[in-house]
């Protein structure tokens, strides 16, 4: 299954998609959810500006986002 969420999406794309991976960036430390740079940057660009370890990220976002579509 392809994934969902890709690294080259746009963070705030990503969570009008589906919502509820908000708490899947917070938990990775990316808290700034409603700064500007949100609305810009991709979900690399967002994950190597805070450290953060991409591939762990992209599984857990794209885990979660799995999920959503399973309930639909």
């Known amino acids: 299954m392809a994934d969902l969420i890709t690294k080259d999406m746009g963070i705030m794309e990503a ?3 589906y919502p509820d991976v908000i708490g899947v960036f917070v938990a ?3 808290g700034c959810i409603g ?3 949100a609305n810009f940057e991709t979900i690399e660009q967002g994950a190597m500006a805070h450290g953060m370890d ?6 857990d ?3 979660a986002a799995s999920n959503i579509e399973g309930k639909k």
């Open 15 to 17: 969570i009008q998609k």
């Open 28 to 30: 990775h430390g990316l």
């Open 35 to 37: 700064c500007a740079m």
């Open 54 to 59: 991409l591939e762990a990220l992209m599984r």
């Open 61 to 63: 976002l794209n885990e």
